[in-house]
């Protein structure tokens, strides 16, 4: 299929693949036998794909964790799960759009799923506030993981945003306290927790749902500290050096596995989950399915302990003296 | 987030105060009040401003000085670790040095135990003038240990915090996690039910704000102190929202339901000697 948004560096594949669709339905229509140069026209998108697709530097993985045109919470939580009530409200102030919630049936068993919200399009991205939370959502957040762990279900986190909303709301009602909050919280529920970084891990306000017994990552989502840009502002003062960014702040899937901050990456369709989307849902759920097996059949308390020390460990230091 | 640009802006903003403040001679104008002070003055008044209360900025050294009794931590538990480059981040090690060699400790920490009113307490001080007061590996291990040790010895626990950089860029996702780290250390001490201090100085921002400085049982800030989550300028450039004044400052969060109280430097002290016995014995 080929695709509408393509990105900077797959154009001359996506130009390819059109050419193909082209011919076929013109074959189609005319009757005329064009397979030949089809063919051919197939086997070089092939090259193509295999050429860019396999070597993907950091940054465009960063845009392929950033494309609209990625499966995003609503598409997992309809992909994954049997059926899904959505649950809405902080039960003080705003249901924030941005963060998405509700019990689920996951292989016949209720769990309770969370997730920020993107859009695919201006429209959408308006009215999910660009997948950007409120402090409201934190909140509303940590409310739906103690209603799981009041009755018991575990808690399936689906992380994809930017951070959390940079503005005055924000900082008025306390969207740093709203995090912090739930890490801590989070640290100690008595269910069991999966966390799916499913596109952009944007730091703290990623991080503000990220805490769990497993952490999975989607091979082409990209979590991090600070935006390449950001970054490269800082570095740099230019937010056009991002690419280079992207490669020192190691925010890559395996890069992050090596540093022991994920456990496991779930593979991608080729080019991104953008490309196939039903594979990698169901590519998801599976791994869904095999965490919640094993973790529901694990001791809570033994858990707990696992859960501790799995944030507890991480860190990089050396003795002073040495 | 974007709240890394924020250490930019504050050590733009500080460093430039510094010229002012700190000359080698006698007098300083007060940013607070441009009124002209003397430095005997402002040191007798804890390094605030005798006429406006302006509160200037402290290293950690100083603020354990103010704190602890006598002076003096009894054991300081930071300082036998430095940070690694995990990242190989450029320039991080150099930055570290140089920290180093400003503050003359291993990282943007201070901390041990000591007594407060009599009253044994785990104490930890972020220091603003290493890294901006970034909280890296480093940090988020000693605060994790301190926590775990107030747990043993059933102590109570104060972080003053003066971390404007908020989660060390130089570290990428590492020093984010010391985020979760911490949180998870104080939700023990919490179940332990043991009291939990937070003292928010100037500035305090970003990963740090979004842990442990806003998890205090109690949370106290010195006047006028910035603490937030994302800077002012990110907020401004990314979503151009016109800010009121005073936003973000110390009065604003009170006002905005985020602090207990405003304590001033020279009753800082006496109001945490006054809460500690309330933690278990």
Redesign the interface.
């Given at each position: 299929m080929a695709q509408e948004n393509g990105l900077e560096f797959e154009k001359a594949i996506i130009e390819l693949e059109k050419k193909i669709e082209e011919l076929r339905s013109f074959t189609d229509d005319q009757s005329l036998n064009l397979e030949d140069e089809i063919k051919q026209l197939e086997e070089r998108a092939e090259k193509l794909r295999d050429e860019v697709y396999t070597n993907l530097t950091p940054w465009q993985i960063v845009q392929i964790s950033r494309h609209p045109q990625r499966p995003h919470t609503l598409d997992y939580i309809k992909g994954c799960f049997e059926d899904f009530i959505e649950m809405h409200g902080d039960r003080a102030f705003i249901d924030d759009r941005a963060m998405i919630g509700g019990v689920a049936w996951l292989e016949k068993k209720p769990v309770m799923v969370i997730g920020t919200q993107k859009g695919s399009d201006t429209k959408e991205n308006l009215y999910y506030n660009f997948g950007l939370p409120l402090p409201e959502g934190y909140r509303k957040a940590r409310r739906l993981m103690k209603f799981a762990e009041k009755f018991g279900m575990p808690i399936i986190t689906l992380v994809d945003t930017?951070?959390?909303?940079?503005?005055?709301e924000?900082?008025?009602?306390?969207?740093?306290?709203a995090?912090?909050?739930n890490?801590?919280?989070m640290?100690?529920l008595r269910v069991p927790i999966v966390v799916v970084i499913i596109g952009e891990g944007?730091?703290?306000?990623a991080?503000?749902i990220?805490?769990g017994d497993r952490v999975l990552m989607l091979n082409h989502a990209a979590?991090?500290?600070?935006?390449p840009?950001?970054?490269a502002?800082?570095?740099w003062k230019d937010r056009a050096q991002a690419p280079r960014a992207s490669e020192?702040?190691?925010?890559t899937a395996p890069d992050?596995k090596k540093?022991g901050?994920i456990d496991e990456i779930v593979p991608e369709p080729r080019g991104g989950s953008h490309r196939d989307p039903g594979a990698v849902i169901q590519s998801v759920k599976k791994h869904l399915v095999k965490e919640l097996g094993r973790l529901t059949s694990a001791n809570i308390d033994q858990l707990l302990e696992e859960?501790?020390n799995k944030?507890?460990r991480?860190?990089?230091?050396?003795?002073?003296d040495g | 987030m974007d709240w890394f640009k924020k250490p930019k802006y504050t050590t733009v903003r500080v460093s430039a105060k510094k010229k002012t403040d700190i000359p080698d001679n006698l007098v300083t104008r007060c940013p607070g009040c441009s009124e002209i002070v003397f430095n005997k003055e402002i040191e007798k008044a804890l390094r605030t401003c005798p006429k406006c209360n302006h509160h200037f900025n402290i290293p950690a050294r100083e603020r354990i000085q103010l704190l602890a009794d006598n002076g003096v931590l009894l054991e300081e538990t930071t300082g036998r670790i430095k940070a690694a480059n995990p990242l190989e981040f450029p320039d991080y090690t150099e930055k570290i040095e140089k920290g180093s060699k400003k503050t003359g400790l291993q990282d943007a920490i201070q901390a041990g135990i000591c007594t407060i009113g009599g009253k044994r307490t785990a104490l930890a001080v972020t220091d603003f003038d290493f890294m901006g007061g970034s909280m890296g590996s480093v940090i988020g291990e000693e605060i994790a240990r301190l926590i775990e040790r107030a747990i043993k010895e059933r102590l109570p626990v104060v972080i003053v915090s003066a971390s404007g950089g908020g989660a060390r860029m130089q570290e990428g996702i590492v020093s984010l996690m010391q985020m979760a780290k911490t949180s998870a250390a104080l939700a023990r001490l919490a179940a332990a039910k043991l009291l939990y201090i937070s003292v928010l100085t100037n500035p305090t921002g970003g990963g740090v704000t979004a842990s442990f400085a806003m998890l205090g049982d109690i949370i106290m800030a010195e006047p006028n102190a910035l603490i937030m989550f994302a800077g002012p300028r990110v907020i401004e450039q990314t979503i151009r929202q016109h800010l009121p004044k005073r936003f973000q400052r110390a009065e604003f969060l009170l006002e905005h339901g985020m602090l207990d109280m405003i304590v001033k430097r020279q009753e800082l002290k006496h109001t945490i000697a006054r809460l500690l016995p309330i933690s278990c014995p």
């Amino acid at each position: 299929m080929a695709q509408e948004n393509g990105l900077e560096f797959e154009k001359a594949i996506i130009e390819l693949e059109k050419k193909i669709e082209e011919l076929r339905s013109f074959t189609d229509d005319q009757s005329l036998n064009l397979e030949d140069e089809i063919k051919q026209l197939e086997e070089r998108a092939e090259k193509l794909r295999d050429e860019v697709y396999t070597n993907l530097t950091p940054w465009q993985i960063v845009q392929i964790s950033r494309h609209p045109q990625r499966p995003h919470t609503l598409d997992y939580i309809k992909g994954c799960f049997e059926d899904f009530i959505e649950m809405h409200g902080d039960r003080a102030f705003i249901d924030d759009r941005a963060m998405i919630g509700g019990v689920a049936w996951l292989e016949k068993k209720p769990v309770m799923v969370i997730g920020t919200q993107k859009g695919s399009d201006t429209k959408e991205n308006l009215y999910y506030n660009f997948g950007l939370p409120l402090p409201e959502g934190y909140r509303k957040a940590r409310r739906l993981m103690k209603f799981a762990e009041k009755f018991g279900m575990p808690i399936i986190t689906l992380v994809d945003t930017a951070g959390a909303f940079p503005g005055l709301e924000g900082e008025e009602r306390g969207v740093a306290e709203a995090i912090a909050r739930n890490l801590s919280e989070m640290s100690t529920l008595r269910v069991p927790i999966v966390v799916v970084i499913i596109g952009e891990g944007g730091s703290g306000g990623a991080l503000g749902i990220g805490v769990g017994d497993r952490v999975l990552m989607l091979n082409h989502a990209a979590y991090t500290v600070i935006t390449p840009e950001g970054c490269a502002a800082i570095l740099w003062k230019d937010r056009a050096q991002a690419p280079r960014a992207s490669e020192i702040l190691k925010l890559t899937a395996p890069d992050l596995k090596k540093m022991g901050i994920i456990d496991e990456i779930v593979p991608e369709p080729r080019g991104g989950s953008h490309r196939d989307p039903g594979a990698v849902i169901q590519s998801v759920k599976k791994h869904l399915v095999k965490e919640l097996g094993r973790l529901t059949s694990a001791n809570i308390d033994q858990l707990l302990e696992e859960r501790y020390n799995k944030f507890r460990r991480i860190g990089f230091f050396v003795p002073a003296d040495g | 987030m974007d709240w890394f640009k924020k250490p930019k802006y504050t050590t733009v903003r500080v460093s430039a105060k510094k010229k002012t403040d700190i000359p080698d001679n006698l007098v300083t104008r007060c940013p607070g009040c441009s009124e002209i002070v003397f430095n005997k003055e402002i040191e007798k008044a804890l390094r605030t401003c005798p006429k406006c209360n302006h509160h200037f900025n402290i290293p950690a050294r100083e603020r354990i000085q103010l704190l602890a009794d006598n002076g003096v931590l009894l054991e300081e538990t930071t300082g036998r670790i430095k940070a690694a480059n995990p990242l190989e981040f450029p320039d991080y090690t150099e930055k570290i040095e140089k920290g180093s060699k400003k503050t003359g400790l291993q990282d943007a920490i201070q901390a041990g135990i000591c007594t407060i009113g009599g009253k044994r307490t785990a104490l930890a001080v972020t220091d603003f003038d290493f890294m901006g007061g970034s909280m890296g590996s480093v940090i988020g291990e000693e605060i994790a240990r301190l926590i775990e040790r107030a747990i043993k010895e059933r102590l109570p626990v104060v972080i003053v915090s003066a971390s404007g950089g908020g989660a060390r860029m130089q570290e990428g996702i590492v020093s984010l996690m010391q985020m979760a780290k911490t949180s998870a250390a104080l939700a023990r001490l919490a179940a332990a039910k043991l009291l939990y201090i937070s003292v928010l100085t100037n500035p305090t921002g970003g990963g740090v704000t979004a842990s442990f400085a806003m998890l205090g049982d109690i949370i106290m800030a010195e006047p006028n102190a910035l603490i937030m989550f994302a800077g002012p300028r990110v907020i401004e450039q990314t979503i151009r929202q016109h800010l009121p004044k005073r936003f973000q400052r110390a009065e604003f969060l009170l006002e905005h339901g985020m602090l207990d109280m405003i304590v001033k430097r020279q009753e800082l002290k006496h109001t945490i000697a006054r809460l500690l016995p309330i933690s278990c014995p």
